[in-house]
């Protein structure tokens, strides 16, 4: 470092600083080197100055610049050029990195038309193939000081490739009720966990229990009575019986193409290459750190990281862990970190970066962070999901809150890989903050949950809007109970409107579009378009004083309408509502207790045979539910859709319902905008 220094003096960084606007531009490059000043964007002739080679080197190159030379400068930028960068080591922001204001932040960005890649993985080359099966290649693991890695995850030319499953597709069942006992005993069908998986030490049972998950490593086999033990204990709140699981990284799982097979023991691993896939011009990448960026502010000091920008950079490639007892999830994959996190940070901007094949939640907004934007960022194929705000406890100094943030315009598919629980946009003891105009899709569980309090007690979670996103193509059969916005808890001042819903889908029940889950309280549900979901468009568990209002609920599945717990307020009011369906019952559940307030709504069954007479609530007539007080002024007749069998769900100028009092939705401001046109 003072190589660098000295050099710089020699350029005459105090004048070059004054002359550009008192900012400071450092460049980093493949071809770069740590002792060099980063001033260049390339190296010079004489190979004595250049970029730097290291994000870690250049934020070191800025906090020595800045203690050298006090107040000669504002902005800070640190630009990476292009090429994948391999991290030795999860980079580390402090609050020494932080920007001087709004108007002067550090930037890490990407070089005007680069795409750099901060990688935790590490190439694996010197493949050859298996002598004795040809179709089969195999690899030494390098090894270092502390030894070799064991990995988890591997890709292919950028494709994450199946750790060696058994069966190749679908899954075993356990037989009977879910294992309570300690350790877990998993009764299997004859022939489907073998004894010697035992004594291979390092082969998971990976199962999906309602809502959740566990993944554990066979301890013993009774194949006598057909029992494996595992490594943990299961989660008495997850029980599905006969449920589903299957076999990873087996020795003799490696038996398809893409598939692959890691021995810890001889440090080799071996891979059975796809179509057109030849591994002597293959990029193949094994991670090897579990994060990648880290927003490290002093929590306890009340010093915060602030004002950083992030901007254009592709962070990809880390790994997961298994500890000794397994892995067995509560919900939403809660105890799966963030790759790229941070804690006792404000005010900075995370913006147009990709995460890819990641094996965490791809960003955590922890302790202590505020005011965070993320926007335009595309998040696809990640371990668990995109991104994770809050805590599950509750800060008690406003220091320590986290709240306030922004996640906007954001693409987020292929989540849940590894932890299949996991959701799209998570927020737990988190309030103020705006999800809005993201396009989430193509995960096994909720795209977006809200709070992460069970009943009536007070949280920091409220006054959140949830606005303006596509959210499809959910559950996919894989988990139950489930919903594209998924709710928690007391939320005053939370704010659900305008979101375009479609194809949500259960394992064995609850695949729901609007799902306000234990105690969500004081929420409006306004203005969204939720239709094709399996199980029911709105569901209530239980929770009271919800307004659900001036949607339209379309060609739902087994139900339209849900409400499981009777309690003596009310529930929720359901007011200038359209339902409109071909299948299944309009409602399910309870509704005995006259708890609930239902008015001004247009329903509609699309059945040829279906008429107004035929039409049930809850068991009872349209005249005998008006005589309970429900539904005074609400119609059961054809809303007039523009094209209901094209899901066009907007409605016709003759429709009764336009009358009635309903507002048109305008879904064409749904999803991620265009960059001039966001917040």
């Given at each position: 470092?003072?190589?660098?220094?000295a050099?710089?003096l020699?350029?005459?960084?105090?004048e070059?600083?004054g002359?550009h606007?008192r900012?400071?531009?450092?460049?980093?490059?493949?071809?770069?080197n740590d002792v060099?000043?980063?001033l260049?964007?390339?190296p010079?002739?004489?190979?004595t100055?250049?970029?730097?080679?290291?994000?870690?080197?250049?934020?070191k190159?800025?906090?020595?610049?800045?203690?050298?030379?006090?107040?000669e400068?504002?902005?800070?930028?640190?630009?990476?050029?292009?090429g994948?960068f391999?991290?030795?080591a999860p980079?580390?922001l402090?609050?020494?990195?932080?920007?001087?204001?709004?108007?002067?932040?550090?930037v890490i960005?990407?070089?005007?038309?680069t795409?750099?890649?901060?990688?935790g993985?590490r190439?694996?080359t010197?493949?050859?193939?298996?002598?004795?099966?040809p179709?089969?290649w195999?690899?030494?693991?390098p090894t270092?000081?502390?030894g070799a890695?064991?990995?988890?995850q591997l890709?292919v030319?950028g494709?994450r490739?199946?750790?060696?499953r058994?069966?190749?597709q679908?899954f075993?069942r356990i037989q009977?009720?879910?294992?309570q006992?300690?350790?877990v005993?998993l009764?299997?069908a004859?022939?489907e966990?073998?004894?010697d998986?035992?004594?291979?030490?390092?082969v998971?049972?990976h199962a999906?229990?309602a809502w959740a998950?566990?993944r554990?490593e066979i301890r013993s086999?009774?194949a006598?009575n057909?029992v494996?033990t595992?490594?943990?204990?299961?989660?008495?709140?997850n029980?599905?019986?006969?449920?589903?699981?299957?076999i990873?990284?087996?020795?003799?799982?490696?038996?398809?193409p893409?598939?692959w097979y890691?021995?810890?023991?001889?440090?080799r691993?071996?891979?059975?290459?796809?179509?057109n896939e030849?591994?002597?011009?293959?990029?193949?990448v094994?991670?090897a750190?579990?994060?990648l960026l880290v927003f490290?502010g002093?929590?306890a000091?009340?010093?915060p990281v602030?004002?950083?920008?992030?901007r254009?950079?592709q962070?990809?490639?880390?790994?997961?862990?298994l500890?000794?007892?397994?892995y067995?999830?509560?919900?939403?994959?809660?105890?799966i970190?963030?790759d790229?996190r941070?804690?006792?940070?404000t005010?900075?901007?995370i913006e147009?970066?990709?995460f890819?094949?990641l094996a965490?939640?791809?960003?955590?907004?922890?302790?202590?962070?505020q005011r965070f934007?993320?926007t335009?960022?595309?998040f696809?194929d990640?371990?668990a999901?995109?991104?994770r705000?809050?805590?599950t406890?509750?800060?008690?100094?406003?220091q320590?809150?986290?709240?306030?943030h922004?996640?906007?315009?954001?693409h987020?598919s292929g989540?849940?890989?590894?932890?299949?629980s996991?959701?799209?946009v998570?927020?737990l003891?988190?309030?103020?903050n705006?999800?809005?105009?993201?396009?989430?899709?193509?995960l096994?569980y909720t795209?977006?949950?809200?709070?992460?309090?069970w009943?009536?007690q007070?949280t920091?979670?409220?006054e959140n809007r949830?606005e303006?996103?596509h959210?499809?193509?959910?559950?996919?059969?894989?988990?139950s109970?489930l919903?594209?916005?998924y709710t928690?808890g007391?939320q005053k001042?939370?704010l659900?409107?305008?979101n375009?819903?479609?194809d949500?889908?259960?394992s064995?029940y609850?695949?729901?579009g609007?799902?306000t889950?234990e105690?969500?309280s004081?929420?409006v549900l306004?203005?969204?378009v939720v239709?094709?979901?399996?199980?029911?468009?709105?569901h209530?568990?239980?929770g009271?004083?919800n307004?659900?209002?001036?949607?339209?609920?379309?060609?739902n599945?087994?139900?339209q309408?849900i409400?499981s717990?009777e309690?003596e307020?009310?529930?929720f009011?359901?007011?200038r509502n359209?339902?409109?369906?071909?299948?299944?019952?309009l409602l399910?559940g309870?509704w005995?207790?006259?708890?609930f307030?239902?008015?001004?709504?247009v329903?509609f069954?699309?059945?040829p045979?279906a008429?107004?007479?035929?039409?049930r609530?809850?068991?009872?007539?349209?005249a005998?539910?008006?005589?309970r007080?429900?539904d005074?002024h609400s119609?059961?007749t054809?809303p007039?859709?523009?094209s209901?069998?094209?899901?066009?769900?907007?409605?016709?100028?003759?429709?009764p319902a336009?009358?009635?009092g309903?507002?048109?939705?305008?879904?064409g401001k749904?999803?991620v905008?265009?960059k001039?046109q966001?917040y």
């Open positions: 470092m003072q190589r660098a220094l050099l710089m020699s350029l005459g960084l105090a070059w600083v002359a606007a900012t400071l531009v450092l460049n980093v490059a493949t071809n770069g060099w000043s980063g260049p964007t390339q010079n002739y004489a190979g100055d250049g970029p730097l080679a290291t994000l870690a080197g250049a934020l190159a800025s906090r020595a610049i800045r203690q050298q030379y006090p107040g400068y504002k902005g800070v930028s640190v630009l990476l050029h292009h994948r391999e991290l030795q980079v580390t402090t609050p020494e990195d932080s920007g001087h204001s709004a108007d002067y932040p550090l960005a990407a070089y005007p038309g795409q750099p890649v901060l990688s993985g190439a694996l010197g493949w050859t193939k298996v002598p004795a099966r179709e089969v195999q690899a030494e693991v270092g000081p502390e890695w064991h990995f988890r890709f030319n494709q490739k199946q750790r060696a058994t069966p190749n679908g075993y009977g009720e879910s294992p006992d300690k350790p005993q009764k299997f004859p022939g966990v073998k004894p998986w035992a004594t291979a030490g390092d998971e049972v999906l229990l998950d566990l554990m086999v009774d006598t057909h494996a595992l490594a943990g204990d299961p989660r008495p709140s029980r599905e019986a006969n449920a589903r699981y299957h990873e990284n087996a020795p003799d799982g490696l038996d398809q893409g598939e890691l021995d810890r023991r001889t440090n691993v071996t891979y059975w290459p796809g179509f030849d591994l002597t011009q293959a990029e193949v094994a991670p750190l579990k994060e490290q002093d929590a000091a009340q010093r602030r004002h950083v920008v992030v254009g950079i962070f990809a490639d880390t790994d997961w862990t500890g000794p007892e397994g067995a999830d509560v919900q939403a994959a809660v105890e970190r963030g790229i941070a804690e006792a940070a005010d900075c901007l147009d970066c990709g890819t094949r965490g939640y791809g960003i955590e907004l922890g302790r202590g962070c934007r993320i335009g960022n595309e696809l990640l371990g999901g995109g991104v705000v809050g805590e406890v509750v800060r008690e100094g406003p320590d809150a986290c709240h306030g922004v996640i906007a315009d954001n987020l989540l849940g890989r590894v932890y299949p996991a959701v799209g998570l927020i003891q988190s309030g103020q705006v999800v809005a105009h993201n396009r989430i899709h193509d096994y795209a977006i949950s809200v709070g992460w309090n009943g009536y007070e920091p979670c409220r949830i303006f996103n959210l499809y193509d959910l559950g996919q059969h894989r988990l109970d919903g594209a916005i928690l007391i001042g939370t659900i409107h305008n375009l819903i479609h949500v889908n259960a064995s609850g695949g729901w609007l799902y889950d105690g969500s004081e929420i306004e203005s969204n239709f094709r979901c399996q199980s029911a468009g709105f209530q568990h239980y009271r004083g307004i659900v209002r001036n949607n339209v609920f379309a060609l599945g087994e139900h309408l409400r717990r309690e307020h009310i529930s009011i359901f007011e359209i339902v409109y369906f071909d299948s299944g019952a399910g309870q005995s207790s006259n708890k307030e239902l008015d001004r709504n329903y069954d699309a059945r045979d008429r107004p007479d035929t039409m609530f809850a068991g009872a007539t349209f005998e539910w008006q005589q007080g429900h005074l119609r059961i054809n007039f859709f523009v209901p069998k094209r899901l066009d769900f907007r409605l016709k100028v003759t429709s336009l009358r009635m309903f507002q048109p939705i305008d879904l749904v999803g905008r265009p001039r966001r």
